[in-house]
C-alpha cells in the first residue's frame, strides 16, 4: 500500500514569546526570553518565582465574556492558535467535506487551573458540594479538540493524545497517519497547556524541577549549560494544518514543508529521569527516520527536547551523537525551550513550527543563555547558541520527550 504524502499549511503559535506566527518566529530568531515573574499569583511562599507566561493575552479580544467563563485557558489557547492556522491556511470552510477533517490535539495535563480552583472553593466553602456546573468540560483534557470542531463543523477524527510532554508531537504523528492512510484530507493538530497556577508551579517545585534562578528569570531556562538547574514553565498553544499533499496542491494552497514521517519508543526506565544511555530516545530517532526513508546524514538541523535539565540535556545529546556519529557535528542542534521555556503538553507543536520556519527561512534559532561549557557535553556539536545561524535547512528534526518515558520524534523537510 502506498501512503500518501502529507504536507503543513497552516500554522498558528501563541507563545510566551509571540501572540501569532509571525511574532513568534521573529522573537525566536532574535533570542528573545519570554520568562518573567509571575502575575497570576502570589509566589511568595514558592522556590520558584517566575515562568514564561503569555504576554497581553485578554481572552476578551476573542470571545464573548460568558464564552470565554466556560473555557479554561488551555482551551482557549487552542482556540486562538487552531483559528490563526486556519486562516493561515486558506481553507474555503463552505467547500471541504467536513466528515473528512480531523481534530488531534495535545495536552498533557488540561484545566489545571479550573481543577485548582474548584477544590479550593469546595474547601473553603461549608463543606457542602457547590461545583461549577462547567467544571469538568473545563477540565478534561479532550475538550479543546471537541470546541474546535463544534466551532467549525468538523466531523472527522477528533481526541486528545496525552504522552506528558511529548503529547503534542504525538497529535502530529496521528495527524500524519490520518492522512497518509486516506482517513482525512485535512487535520487540525497541535497541543495546548496552561499550567502557570498554583498546583503546577507547586507540583514541580516539590519534584525539585524548576529553576530556582529568582533573580535573573531571564536567564533561568539555559539549556547546555553547565551551571543550569532546571526548566521555566510556559504556557501557549501551537497549531498546525495537515493536509494530503495532492488535495492542497488542488487547491493553491501555501505549503511550508512536508511532513515526512514521525517516531515513537519508550524509555521504559523511570517516571521522570531519562535513561542515562539515552537508549529510547535512540529508539525513537531512528525509527522517525526509518519511518521518513531519510538517510542520517540529510538531516539539517534537530530542534531538540532540551529542557534545561541537568541529566536531560546530557542524555539527549549523547543520543544524537550515536544516531548520527560524525554527522552530528555538521548539525545546527537547538534548544527554543530556551526562549519559550518548557509548554509541557504543547511544547512539541511550537517547537515543530520552529523548525518548519527554520526551513521556511533559511535561518536556525539559538540557544540562548549559554555562558559555561559543560565538559560532559562534545565541543564539536553545533549547539547554535546564543546567536541565530543562517541555514539552507531542507530536513529539520524535532524531538520531545515526556514523564514516563514517552519519546516522539518527527520530521519535516522543504517541498522538493
Known sequence: MSLRRVVVTGIGAL??????????????????SGAAPITYFDTEKFKTKFACELKNFNAEDFFDRKEARKMDRFAQYAMVASDEAIADSKLDLDQIDKLRVGVIWGAGIGGLETFQQEVLNFAQGDGTPRFNPFFIPKMIADIAPGNISIKHGFMGPNYTTVSACASSANAMIDALNYIRLGHCDVVVTGGSEAAVAIAGMGGFNAMHALS????????????????????????GAGALILEEYEYAKARGANIYAEVLGGGLSSDAHHMTAPHPEGIGVIAVM??????????????????????????????????????????????NINSTKSMTGHLLGAAGAIEAIASILSITHGV??????????????????????????????????????GFGGHNACVLFKKLD
Open 212 to 235: 530556582t534562578r529568582n533573580d535573573s528569570p531571564e536567564t533561568a531556562s539555559r539549556p547546555f549549560d553547565a551551571t543550569r538547574d532546571g526548566f521555566v514553565l510556559g504556557e
Open 364 to 401: 536556525v534559532p539559538p540557544t540562548i543563555n549559554h555562558t559555561t561549557v559543560d565538559e560532559n557535553i562534545d565541543p564539536e556539536l553545533n549547539l547554535t547558541l546564543n546567536k541565530a545561524q543562517k541555514r539552507d535547512v531542507k530536513v529539520a528534526m524535532s524531538n520531545t520527550f
Open 286 to 331: 531512528n525509527n522517525c527516520l526509518k519511518d521518513a526513508g531519510i538517510q542520517p546524514e540529510e538531516v539539517d538541523t534537530i530542534n531538540t527536547h532540551g529542557t534545561s535539565t541537568p541529566l536531560g540535556d546530557v542524555a539527549e545529546l549523547k543520543a544524537i551523537s550515536q544516531v548520527f556519529g560524525d554527522h552530528a557535528k555538521h548539525i
Open 15 to 32: 507563545t510566551p514569546i509571540g501572540n501569532s506566527k509571525d511574532e513568534y518566529w521573529n522573537a525566536l530568531i532574535n533570542g528573545k
